[in-house]
């Protein structure tokens, strides 16, 4: 692939010694050349530009205040007289930092730095994405004797009993040997929370939200105090309609 360039640097020298460089490497192309932030950013609002050679102390603007400046800045190496600015540079994910007088050696090291860095990059969008698993719309339990498969759908809510968890459903009620915890990992969270120690619900279910309780078929389900705040937000705030007066 090949990797568009902008050189921005104050200095004439500077910028005519790595626009030279650019040229001399076959997978990099010399888009622009600017001597202020100010330039620089005129010609990032007209072009793609996949790579900024820039220069750090610039007036005006320095080139770490212009990358900062920036919603989606492309990749940059940095380019100074000074080594003190390294650490900064390096926290606003530079590919590379290149201390002047730049040698062409070092120059083509932070360039294949670029394109190993963008090669990563197109190889990773090119991927499939994995499918996401389903959720499994039913589980079995085994009461009486019997495995007996329970619809997702169908459950009101779950209520726990020593070692044993009643399962209400629409049509029935279960008695099993399973615990909360062990239901509250395996139900999808979208779909059931845990709303007390001892009751899980189906939130498509509750029909009511009052205060401390939740209301499902006729059931009044306690909520503890402290989860409250976070059933109103899951139940009610993002899904809350207003009558206009």
Not at 95 to 115: C, E, G, H, M, T
Request: proline residues 5%.
């Amino acid at each position: 692939m090949t990797i568009k360039c902008l050189v921005v640097d104050d200095e004439p020298v500077a910028r005519k010694g790595l626009a030279g460089y650019v040229q001399q490497v076959p997978f990099l192309s010399l888009e622009g050349i600017c001597k202020s932030a100010v330039e620089a950013n005129d010609v990032l609002h007209r072009e793609k530009i996949d790579l900024l050679f820039l220069d750090i102390q610039m007036p005006d603007l320095t080139g770490i205040e212009f990358v900062r400046s920036l919603e989606n800045p492309p990749a940059v190496i940095f380019t100074t007289a000074y080594r003190d600015y390294a650490i900064e540079g390096f926290e606003l994910n530079a590919l590379d930092y290149l201390v002047k007088p730049i040698s062409f050696q070092r120059f083509l090291k932070a360039a294949n730095k670029a394109q190993s860095f963008f090669e990563m990059q197109r190889q990773n969008l090119a991927k499939p994405a994995e499918p996401v698993p389903a959720s499994p719309e039913f589980f079995f339990i085994k009461c009486d004797g019997q495995f007996i498969k329970i619809k997702l759908a169908d459950v009101l809510y779950f209520e726990s009993e020593k070692d044993y968890v009643f399962i209400y459903t629409e049509q029935k009620r279960y008695l099993t040997l399973l615990s909360l915890k062990q239901l509250e990992r395996e139900l999808p969270p979208d779909r059931f929370l845990r709303v007390h120690r001892s009751f899980l619900v189906s939130l498509e279910k509750v029909e009511l939200v009052d205060g401390s309780n939740l209301v499902i078929k006729g059931k009044q389900i306690p909520v503890s105090r402290s989860l409250q705040d976070t059933i109103f937000n899951t139940l009610i705030a993002g899904r809350l309609w207003k009558r206009e007066l």
